[in-house]
Structure formats: structure tokens, C-alpha cells
């Protein structure tokens, strides 16, 4: 892909959740981007703070709790945690939009698509809240039979129509940036598929960035021009996708792509991480995986390892990235 602006620039980002002494790390010194039109993955396991990172792109983080530490969001070069309520309007309405895991708990139960379709445009493009503008946006998401689907209640669809659904709402303000969280968690394995799919042909006709979140690293091969795996609040590895999937030089991306359920010879065991991702409260010191680390010395006790470049914009965080075989 071409060199292409910078959307999206975050650096060295800190979040904490509570108060004083109590006060939480669970972001810390963050650092990722996004160039206009590009897919990138956050991914990692349930607890690694990808949520909360993917709130605080548009400064949704509720304060308090939650308390910006640190570092900045640049949006468009625009720093978005110094931003006030009118303009974090404008970019929540024009810019950034979110799809979540669960459509079900995102749609209204009570209300026909149609109604909830027709809000979303009414708020961020009021002159084109038309039917025929509603249908377009159904037929840009893949549902079939665009307009019964506006006269049908949510739990009329299935969970992958309701996703798209979602997406088509995300879509309505035209974004420059969709985050979608977890987006295809709550879905079986084929509708997962399909739904990928959707973002990555959007991305492309519609030239939007899209930020995918998720905890299985097989499902970002497909998507992702670039990946970064988070553990424990922090980025340990991150670059092309290509790169980092096939020559993994921390060993947490190596644990992850061992997770990946293989499709075939499913009667293969998961390797997977031993262990959990460590409780904010409870951070070990020095690197933040060490204790679950097959590759874990004393030096990964006392000190963080800082970032290494591996080549080009290939960057990780492990004492012993040069052990290990680099297939
Ligand atoms: N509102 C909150 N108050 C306190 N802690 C929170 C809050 N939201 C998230 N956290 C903590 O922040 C950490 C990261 O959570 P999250 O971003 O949801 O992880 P992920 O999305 O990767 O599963 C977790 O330890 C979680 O308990
Ligand atoms: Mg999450």
C-alpha cells in the first residue's frame, strides 16, 4: 500500500482507572497509528485494555473513574483529549464511529430498523435521513431485501443481519475512521467470516480507516494491513501484518498464533499461554509477561524491556527477541 497521511496518531498514552494512590494503570505509554484508508488490528487477550483504548480515541472514557494519565490522541492532528464537548460533538458525529460486540444490546428492541436507521441519519446528515438513503445503506452493508428489513424488528434478524445493521449506522455519518470492537465475538465462525469480509470490502470501496479490535489473531490475517498485539496495557509488538505473523519475535504473539483454532485437524490440541493476564492491581514488575514467559531471566524481573526495531517498522518489546527461531 502507499505511504498515505496520518488519521490517527497516539503517543505514549497512559490511562488510569480510580483515584490517588488507588489510581489504576491500565493503559501505559501506548503508542500506535493510523494512516487514511488503512485497516490496523489491536489485538490481544480479554483484559489487555483494548476497550478502553479504543474509547479514549474519541475521549469516551468516563472521567472519573477513568483519568487520562499521559500522551496524547492526535486526530487529524488535532490532540482529541484537550478537546471540548462541542468539537468531541463534531468528531464523535463526522469522524470516528464505533461498532461494538454485542448488537443486540446496541439496537433498541422496541423500535422497527427502519426508525433506528432514520436517527442515525437524522443526527449526523439530517438532509439525506430519506428512505431511499436508508436503503442504499442496507444494500452497502449486504442485507438482502433492503426494504422489509427497515419494517422489521431487531430480533426479527439474526445476529450477523443485526451486525450489519450496526454497520450501516456506523457508516450513516460517513466516517473517516471505524473502530469496530470485537466486532464478530458474539457470531458463529461462518457468519465471523462474512462479517470481515463487509469491513474489508467498505474499507476499500469507501476509502475509510478501520481500527479492528480482537482477541484471535488468526482473524486479523485477512484484514489488516498492520498489527499490534497489546498485553497488559501496552503494545509488545507491532508492524506489517505479514511481518509480524510470519516471523513473531515476542513471545505472546507466538503464544496467540498457537491459540488459533486450526480449521483443520480440529482434533489438535490448543497450545495457547498458560496463566492470565495480570490484574491492573497486581502488575509484575519489569516486563508485564515475564511470568508467563517460556523465555523468562532475571533481567525480564527487574526491567521493561523497551521498544527494539526488528526492521523496518517491525517494533517489539522483549529482552530476547533475537532468541527464538525466526522462521
Ligand atoms: N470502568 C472501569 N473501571 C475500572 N477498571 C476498568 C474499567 N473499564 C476497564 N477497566 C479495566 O481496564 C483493563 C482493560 O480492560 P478492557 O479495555 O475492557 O480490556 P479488553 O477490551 O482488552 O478485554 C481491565 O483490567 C479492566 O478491568
Ligand atoms: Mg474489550
Given at each position: 500500500m502507499p505511504e498515505r497521511d496520518l488519521l490517527l496518531d497516539v503517543r505514549g498514552l497512559k490511562i488510569e482507572f480510580g483515584?490517588?494512590?488507588q489510581g489504576l494503570r491500565v493503559v501505559d505509554d501506548l503508542s500506535f497509528n493510523v494512516r487514511d484508508g488503512e485497516t490496523v488490528a489491536l489485538v490481544g487477550e480479554s483484559g489487555c485494555g483494548k476497550s478502553v483504548t479504543a474509547l479514549a480515541l474519541a475521549k469516551l472514557i468516563p472521567q472519573p473513574p477513568g483519568r487520562f494519565a499521559g500522551g496524547e490522541v492526535l486526530f487529524g492532528g488535532q490532540n482529541v483529549l484537550s478537546m471540548g464537548e462541542k468539537e468531541l460533538r463534531r468528531l464523535r458525529g463526522a469522524d470516528i464511529s464505533y461498532v461494538f460486540q454485542e448488537p443486540g444490546q446496541s439496537?433498541?428492541?422496541?423500535?422497527r430498523i427502519g426508525w433506528q436507521l432514520r436517527e442515525a441519519l437524522q443526527i449526523h446528515r439530517p438532509d439525506q435521513a430519506t428512505t431511499e438513503e436508508m436503503v442504499r445503506l442496507l444494500k452497502q452493508v449486504g442485507l438482502p431485501d433492503p426494504e422489509q428489513k427497515l419494517r422489521a424488528y431487531p430480533h426479527e434478524l439474526s445476529g450477523g443481519m443485526q451486525q450489519r445493521v450496526m454497520i450501516a449506522m456506523a457508516l450513516a455519518c460517513r466516517p473517516r475512521l471505524l473502530v469496530a470492537d470485537e466486532?464478530?465475538?458474539?457470531?458463529d465462525v461462518t457468519i465471523q467470516l462474512q462479517i470481515l469480509e463487509l469491513l474489508k470490502d467498505l474499507q476499500r470501496q469507501l476509502g475509510m480507516a478501520v481500527i479492528l479490535i480482537t482477541h484471535n489473531l488468526g482473524l486479523v490475517a485477512d484484514c489488516a494491513h498492520r498489527v499490534n498485539v497489546m498485553y497488559a496495557g501496552r503494545i509488545v509488538e507491532a508492524g506489517p501484518t505479514e511481518e509480524v505473523l510470519g516471523h513473531p519475535r515476542h513471545p505472546y504473539t507466538r503464544g496467540l498464533l498457537e491459540a488459533?483454532?486450526?480449521?483443520?485437524?480440529?482434533?489438535?490440541?490448543?497450545?495457547g499461554i498458560d496463566g492470565h493476564v495480570p490484574n491492573p492491581a497486581r502488575m509484575p514488575s519489569g516486563c508485564k509477561f515475564h511470568p508467563r514467559?517460556?523465555?523468562?531471566?532475571e533481567i525480564c524481573r527487574e526491567r521493561e524491556p523497551a521498544d527494539e526495531t526488528v526492521r523496518e517498522d517491525h517494533i517489539v518489546r522483549c529482552h530476547f527477541w533475537q532468541k527464538g527461531g525466526d522462521s
Open positions: 483515584t490517588g494512590a439496537l433498541n428492541p422496541v423500535f466486532p464478530t465475538t458474539a457470531l488459533v483454532p486450526k480449521l483443520e485437524g480440529s482434533a489438535g490440541h490448543l497450545k514467559c517460556p523465555l523468562c531471566a
